[in-house]
């Protein structure tokens, strides 16, 4: 039986991020800070190295100044490690002078960079999700059933139909048919493929092993730009593609509300994700910070990440980043701080608010990105869910209100719906 040894991880870095603006105005998808200290990329490179595979590609497009340099300063191995993390990022050739067209299109264009790795399987990962998965079982499970592709699914709910690309699971494993988010109460029931009541349905999570010859034979045969729309329900009917279940902690962090929400349930005491696992840690850069200095404050439900200083402040179901400064007098409530990526020792001069939460702010239900300066005496709550609008120094995404990165806030502001 092959190994995970013989298996390339290509993890698609995305496309312009719309979905996640304005958190991606300034920086790939798989860039975006999550968990106070981490970004969505550890995520998946993480899951690789866990599951011993060591050869892995992320192909990046857009806005991805930050995400190579996090990619070169955290992931190195040792020069006696035949392993890599590489970077393939879109380019013109003498075959091709296009940009990336969707993730399909993206892989075929480094397929002479896939084959060159000499890999006998390709695993085709997604760069913002949040799970941890052991690749190498499901690279077993695809083996023993003797697939040529295998296909990571999540049992769901039939209300989750709507929302994602549901397949339906004949005998030996195999998928039989596809059908991408089902409105329609009768085919949904037509692709039960589970005895539970409750998740009868099995959702494709984005994630396919492919063995690398089929992967380059449907490339060249289709010239179509999607795996989840195009590749995968054609390759049902030519292929052998199996389905593995994941029934583990799986999100897509898709969107600024399911980014909020997942952000925020980290801050419960029993969480329904935990970074840290003895086996298989999420790994990302280190940095020598020092512990968070917190003076008087009351806090509850609070994820605190390293080199904080906190004043004589409320704070309650928040995440706090690194670096982050919160002054006296200041209420955080449900709300995401993303922290800062320096400290400054004076105010610097271009700016009249210092970086983080100015004196006596009321922050509830926001998204505070990296280097944003809220003024003293700052008001922001949220707005009701649905609620879009574009401003000149803020953003409002599903009710969410969303500070960008490096903006400034003058003191007295007030973003309300009231």
């Known amino acids: 039986m092959p190994s995970t040894k013989d298996i390339l991880a290509v993890i698609m870095g995305g496309g ?3 979905r996640l603006f304005p958190l991606t105005k300034v920086r790939a998808k798989p860039a975006v800070p999550i968990a106070g200290k981490y970004r969505l990329i550890d995520i998946p490179i993480s899951n690789c190295i866990n599951s011993n595979i060591d050869r892995i590609a992320l192909l990046t497009q857009f806005n991805s100044v930050s995400l190579h340099r996090h990619i070169t300063r955290t992931y190195h ?21 296009t940009w990336y067209q969707g993730t399909a299109d993206a ?16 695993l085709i990962l997604a760069g913002d999700h949040l799970y941890r998965m052991d690749y190498g079982e499901m690279a077993r499970h695809m083996w023993e059933n003797d697939g040529d592709i295998s296909i990571a699914l ?8 709507p929302r994602l690309g549901i397949l339906k699971r004949g005998e030996n494993q195999l998928i039989t048919d596809f059908v991408e988010k089902p409105k329609d109460p009768a085919v949904q029931q037509s692709f039960v493929s589970r005895d539970d009541p409750d998740r009868p349905l099995l959702g494709s999570m984005g994630i396919y092993l492919f063995k690398t010859s089929v992967l380059d034979e449907l490339l060249k045969e289709l010239k179509v730009d999607d795996f989840g729309k195009e590749v995968i329900p054609h390759a049902i009917h030519t292929h052998k593609v199996v389905g593995y279940d994941f029934e583990g902690y799986w999100e897509d962090i898709g969107t600024i509300r399911s980014f909020y929400n997942a952000n925020l349930d980290l801050t419960k005491p029993s969480p329904p994700f935990i970074f840290y696992d003895i086996d298989r840690p999420i790994y990302t850069h280190a940095r020598f910070l020092p512990g968070s200095i917190v003076g008087g404050a009351k806090m509850k439900d609070v994820s605190l990440s390293d080199g904080c200083t906190i004043g004589n402040a409320e704070i309650s179901h928040s995440v706090i980043g690194l670096r982050s400064q919160i002054q006296d007098g200041a209420v955080v409530k449900n709300t995401i701080i993303m922290g800062a990526d320096y400290y400054e020792e004076n105010c610097d001069p271009r700016f009249s608010v210092p970086i983080g939460i ?3 702010s009321y922050i509830d239900g926001a998204i505070i990105d990296k280097n944003a300066r809220i003024g003293a005496d700052v008001i922001i709550k949220p707005f009701p869910p649905g609620t879009e609008k574009d401003a000149k120094f803020w953003f409002i995404r ?4 969303v500070i960008p990165k490096s903006m400034v806030i003058p003191g007295g502001t007030v973003i309300s719906p009231d």
């Open 154 to 161: 999540q049992p769901v709910a039939m209300i989750d139909a």
């Open 16 to 18: 312009q991020g719309t």
């Open 398 to 401: 599903d009710g969410i209100v």
């Open 358 to 360: 100015g004196k006596n």
């Open 107 to 122: 892989v075929r264009q480094q397929m002479f960079e896939i084959h060159s790795s000499g890999a006998e399987y390709t």
């Open 77 to 97: 191995f040792d020069p006696f490690h035949r392993g890599w993390v590489q970077i393939w990022a879109a380019e013109q050739t003498n075959l091709n002078d």
